[in-house]
């Protein structure tokens, strides 16, 4: 079970990496799209989204500090989902149908990201100094 934990950390770990980075390799498609959100400070909120997602990668990715990277995760998820996928605010039902689901894959991204919270630390091959 180790194993396969540390393959879901590795993966799980990887796409937050992944996204963290497009924070900041897609910037300004990102700050446009945070913009017709709505979102205040855009050209802040995206780089400070992409370095919680960073970190939290790196944290589920190397077993450094899983509170700090689950703390980011939290940090980063609610108000995304609630400002960014706020499906119950969209009249068309095609946009909707994407804001919903969107909405519910960051739901089940915190939720897994909480149940990091009871696994014993350190965690297994978790790098350590």
């Known amino acids: 079970m180790e194993i396969a934990f540390l393959i879901g950390r590795i ?3 990887l796409y937050y990496l992944f996204n963290g980075i497009n924070h900041f390799s897609q910037n300004k498609t990102l700050v446009a799209y945070a ?5 205040p400070l855009a050209e802040v909120a995206v ?3 992409g370095v919680l997602l ?3 990668g790196l944290s589920i990715l190397t077993g450094i500090w899983p509170l700090v990277g689950v703390v980011a995760l939290v940090v980063f998820l609610l108000p995304v989902s609630l400002m960014m996928h706020n499906f119950w605010a969209v009249a068309d039902p095609m946009q909707r149908a994407l804001e919903m689901v969107n909405f519910l894959k960051n ?4 939720g897994s990201a ?3 919270l009871a696994i014993p ?5 978790s ?3």
Request: glycine share 4%.
């Open 107 to 110: 739901m089940a991204l915190l």
């Open 47 to 49: 780089p400070f989204t």
């Open 121 to 125: 630390q350190p965690w297994p091959f």
């Open 127 to 129: 790098v350590s100094f």
């Open 11 to 13: 993966i799980v770990g």
């Open 54 to 56: 960073l970190v939290a």
């Open 35 to 39: 913009k017709s959100h709505n979102v």
């Open 114 to 116: 909480l149940m990091f």
